[in-house]
């Protein structure tokens, strides 16, 4: 008698939730018509969300609950997978979810109101006082330095985000009282102080500008091109960006750099929060609260230099 051999493997047994994973494939893949990277993203965020269900015994889709969901994230969290990444997933099972409620007649989305966890918000870098001080120091006196000066210096003076001084028109400003209103986010004014160095550099610029316009836009221009142009944003970032380089700054200068560092100085000197949130144009007050870290920073850098238990532990 001929041995028969090992038994042949039992084929896998395909579960509820891989039909309707497949079906929700071939959905996003036909009537869709997603990239083939998408529905592989598509793919890998149901087949994590497969196995969760396998490990708790659940066979459908339909067996979750939003305790269940929350589970999987805290699951995917644990293992070390990034905000952004966990809430792509995210995004993949309430998609899921919602085509199942349209082809079954079940509405019910266990993903709909678990968010995923927030990532660290990354502090804005700046520059400190004395970095400033050597970044504003431009050793021609060309009309393109005496330009660049003038947008740099307005930038720290009083804050501006790049949109808005590139649209600031020399009438926006007001040498006597020592003012400028600029249009921000959402299309609203706010009128600024220009302090008196930065009123100095724009003055010597307006000496030197060109008057001959490139466009009507243009002739109101603060800043504008060797063309006569309203000058660009990416003009702008270039410029400065070379400034940093020739003033010797170990990093690439832009001028969101130069209105965080005028954020942080004046919260380091005031301790207004609600006055920076208004030179700044925050409309709510938690953005403009990023910067009480960078102060706290500060703060911690001076704890551990002067305060002698600090020392005491460093040594050990």
Request: proline share 4%; with cysteine.
């Amino acid at each position: 008698m001929t041995d028969p051999g090992p038994p042949a493997a039992k084929p896998s047994r395909t579960t509820e939730f891989e039909r309707s994973a497949t079906a929700f494939i071939t959905y996003l893949r036909d009537v869709r018509q997603l990239s083939p990277h998408t529905l592989q993203n598509y793919q890998r965020d149901l087949a994590s969300l497969q196995s969760f269900c396998e490990q708790n015994a659940k066979e459908s889709a339909e067996q979750l609950m939003e305790a269940d969901i929350r589970q999987w994230v805290s699951q995917l969290h644990r293992r070390g997978l990034a905000g952004s990444s966990i809430q792509r997933s995210l995004s993949a099972a309430r998609s899921f979810f919602n085509y199942l409620g349209r082809e079954r007649g079940r509405p019910r989305n266990p993903a709909a109101s678990v968010q995923a966890p927030r990532k660290p918000r990354k502090l804005p870098k700046t520059l400190d006082a004395d970095q400033v001080d050597k970044y504003l120091i431009f050793d021609e006196d060309s009309a393109i330095a005496r330009r660049d000066r003038a947008i740099a210096e307005l930038f720290y003076s009083s804050g501006l985000r790049l949109a808005e001084l590139v649209a600031v028109d020399i009438n926006d400003i007001d040498q006597h009282s020592k003012l400028i209103t600029v249009t921000g986010k959402g299309n609203k004014t706010r009128t600024l102080p220009v302090g008196a160095i930065a009123l100095q550099a724009i003055e010597s610029w307006l000496q030197v500008r060109p008057n001959t316009a490139g466009s009507e836009d243009s002739a109101g221009a603060l800043f504008t091109s060797n063309q006569g142009q309203r000058i660009s944003v990416r003009s702008i970032q270039a410029r400065l960006k070379l400034q940093g380089r020739k003033s010797g700054m170990h990093q690439d200068v832009h001028p969101h750099m130069l209105r965080h560092s005028f954020a942080s100085h004046m919260l380091e000197s005031s301790g207004d929060l609600r006055a920076v949130q208004e030179l700044l144009g925050h409309a709510n007050i938690s953005t403009t609260q990023i910067y009480t870290h960078l102060d706290f920073q500060h703060l911690a850098k001076v704890y551990d230099a002067a305060h002698p238990r600090a020392k005491r532990r460093k040594k050990n």
